[in-house]
Every structure is written in structure tokens, then in C-alpha cells.
């Protein structure tokens, strides 16, 4: 466990002017879908309240809200256990994502003014000066900023706050498919087919296009998760061998 904890401690941030129970939470949730804390592993209360430096209390009340988001499993006489992220996950997700992001581009299409417009294009130029550059980190974070920003001009917050829940449990597979050369190239592109979809108001283009870059993303990340698991076989086969 402290090969770890260190990372996991750094999201327990204890200073941030929140509810105690709120931040061991959000440190908690963000540690697993970060893939911080392994896998498998088992999350035991009173090492974690330990290391943590807080009561068992919110630590129990975190996992409970983690566990009802599906992200742990609590096995009897054992504890909490972190699950598995499988492609029947991901086929999931990105049904609802296809549905949620498709909404938000329509809205943001009515709404979107030339100055909304301006900001989407400068971005992309950024971004595009970032690949030049060899800046692959900024790279990732300005395709976050691109989608986000659709969601702000959708003017849909609610819609947003689901959505985003939902990306944060792709975000590690995500990161990993766009560090692929062809694969961020191709999603920029598309990124910049989108903008031009919102701003010629093409409603029946950008539903297509939206669902054939998901799709793409999809693929990426699932071949992932299945590179993950033929790799997790082959260490206990050595194991076991």
C-alpha cells in the first residue's frame, strides 16, 4: 500500500475549504478512477484512517457513496474491494455519452454567438500550436477545455455535471489512447470538423460526426482495457509457471 498511499494522500487534500467528508470522498474517487489505487486491491478502513489522518467515519461514508457509483464491490468478511472496469462499462458509457454530448452540441449550435465562435477557433489554434510543439500535455488538456466549452455555450448545467461524471471514469484509458499519434491527429480533426458543423448550424452533420468520433474513442479505449487484461494473464501465467 505505500507504494501508493503518497499519491492517494496528495488527493486527500485536507486543507481545501470543504466538508471533511467531501474531500476523503472526492480524494478517494478520484485515487481509483485515476488507477492509483490497484485493481483488486482491498481499501482497509483502519490503514486508510491511519495514513489519512482522520476518523474511520468518513472514509466509511465515502466508500459507501463510491460503492453506489459502482466503482468498489464490498465482499463479506473481507471489506471493499476496488472492481474491475470492463468493456461492457465502456459500451455503456458511451451509449449514454453519444446521447448527452449530442444534445449539448445542438444546444450550443442555437445559442453559440460569433464571439463564442472566436474563442472555439482560437482554442483550436492553440491546440494545434501545442502538437507543433511537441506539447502533448497540453495537448490533452486543451481537447478537455474543447469539450467542455461546448457544454458551457449549451448552457445546460445539469446536462454537464452528468456528463462529466461520467468522462471521469474513461479518463485514464483516455489519456492513454490520445499519447497514440494517429489517434490524437485523427480527434483533432474531428474537433475541428465539429466547430465547423456549430458554426454552419449543420444539425444533421454533426449528430453523425459526434457519434463517429465517439465511436473511434471507444475503440481506442477498449482495446485498452483489453491489452490490460491480456497483459494481467500473462503475469500470473509467469507466476504460476
Same mark, same amino acid.
Given at each position: 500500500?505505500?507504494?501508493?498511499? /503518497?499519491?492517494?494522500?496528495?488527493?486527500?487534500?485536507? =486543507?481545501?475549504?470543504?466538508?471533511?467528508?467531501?474531500?476523503?470522498?472526492?480524494?478517494?474517487?478520484?485515487?481509483?478512477? %485515476?488507477?492509483? &489505487?490497484?485493481?483488486?486491491? #482491498? &481499501?482497509?478502513?483502519?490503514?486508510?484512517?491511519?495514513?489519512?489522518?482522520? =476518523?474511520?467515519?468518513?472514509?466509511?461514508?465515502?466508500?459507501?457513496?463510491?460503492?453506489?457509483?459502482?466503482?468498489?464491490?464490498?465482499?463479506?468478511?473481507?471489506?471493499?474491494?476496488?472492481?474491475?472496469?470492463?468493456?461492457?462499462?465502456?459500451? *455503456?458509457?458511451? %451509449?449514454?455519452?453519444?446521447?448527452?454530448?449530442?444534445?449539448?452540441?445542438?444546444?450550443?449550435?442555437? !445559442?453559440?454567438?460569433?464571439?463564442?465562435?472566436?474563442?472555439?477557433?482560437?482554442?483550436?489554434? %492553440?491546440?494545434? *500550436?501545442?502538437?507543433?510543439?511537441?506539447?502533448?500535455?497540453?495537448?490533452?488538456?486543451? @481537447? =478537455?477545455? @474543447?469539450?467542455?466549452?461546448?457544454?458551457?455555450?449549451? +448552457?445546460?448545467?445539469?446536462?454537464? +455535471?452528468?456528463? @462529466?461524471?461520467? $468522462?471521469?471514469?474513461?479518463? #485514464?484509458?483516455?489519456?492513454? =489512447?490520445? !499519447?497514440?499519434?494517429?489517434? $490524437?491527429? %485523427?480527434?483533432?480533426?474531428?474537433?475541428? !470538423?465539429?466547430?465547423?458543423?456549430?458554426?454552419?448550424?449543420?444539425?444533421?452533420?454533426?449528430?453523425?460526426?459526434?457519434?463517429?468520433?465517439?465511436?473511434?474513442? /471507444?475503440?481506442?479505449?477498449?482495446? *485498452? &482495457?483489453?491489452?490490460?487484461?491480456?497483459?494481467?494473464?500473462?503475469?500470473?501465467?509467469?507466476?504460476?509457471?
Amino acid at each position: 500500500m505505500n507504494d501508493y498511499m /503518497k499519491e492517494v494522500i496528495k488527493h486527500v487534500d485536507l =486543507s481545501q475549504d470543504m466538508p471533511l467528508h467531501q474531500i476523503v470522498y472526492l480524494g478517494l474517487r478520484t485515487s481509483i478512477i %485515476k488507477g492509483i &489505487i490497484p485493481v483488486g486491491e #482491498r &481499501i482497509n478502513e483502519k490503514k486508510y484512517s491511519l495514513e489519512l489522518n482522520v =476518523s474511520r467515519t468518513p472514509i466509511r461514508e465515502a466508500l459507501y457513496r463510491i460503492q453506489a457509483e459502482g466503482l468498489i464491490e464490498h465482499v463479506p468478511n473481507y471489506g471493499f474491494v476496488i472492481k474491475k472496469f470492463t468493456e461492457k462499462d465502456a459500451e *455503456e458509457i458511451y %451509449k449514454l455519452r453519444v446521447s448527452l454530448d449530442t444534445l449539448a452540441a445542438l444546444n450550443a449550435m442555437e !445559442l453559440m454567438n460569433d464571439n463564442d465562435f472566436k474563442e472555439m477557433k482560437l482554442l483550436l489554434d %492553440k491546440t494545434e *500550436e501545442s502538437e507543433e510543439n511537441g506539447d502533448i500535455a497540453n495537448v490533452i488538456k486543451l @481537447f =478537455s477545455d @474543447f469539450n467542455e466549452m461546448i457544454y458551457t455555450y449549451s +448552457n445546460m448545467p445539469i446536462l454537464k +455535471n452528468i456528463t @462529466f461524471s461520467l $468522462r471521469d471514469y474513461l479518463i #485514464r484509458f483516455r489519456d492513454i =489512447s490520445l !499519447l497514440d499519434n494517429y489517434r $490524437r491527429k %485523427k480527434a483533432f480533426d474531428e474537433h475541428k !470538423l465539429i466547430y465547423y458543423c456549430l458554426r454552419d448550424k449543420d444539425d444533421k452533420e454533426i449528430t453523425l460526426l459526434i457519434k463517429k468520433h465517439l465511436d473511434y474513442s /471507444k475503440k481506442f479505449i477498449i482495446e *485498452e &482495457i483489453k491489452r490490460k487484461d491480456e497483459s494481467t494473464i500473462w503475469i500470473r501465467y509467469w507466476l504460476i509457471h
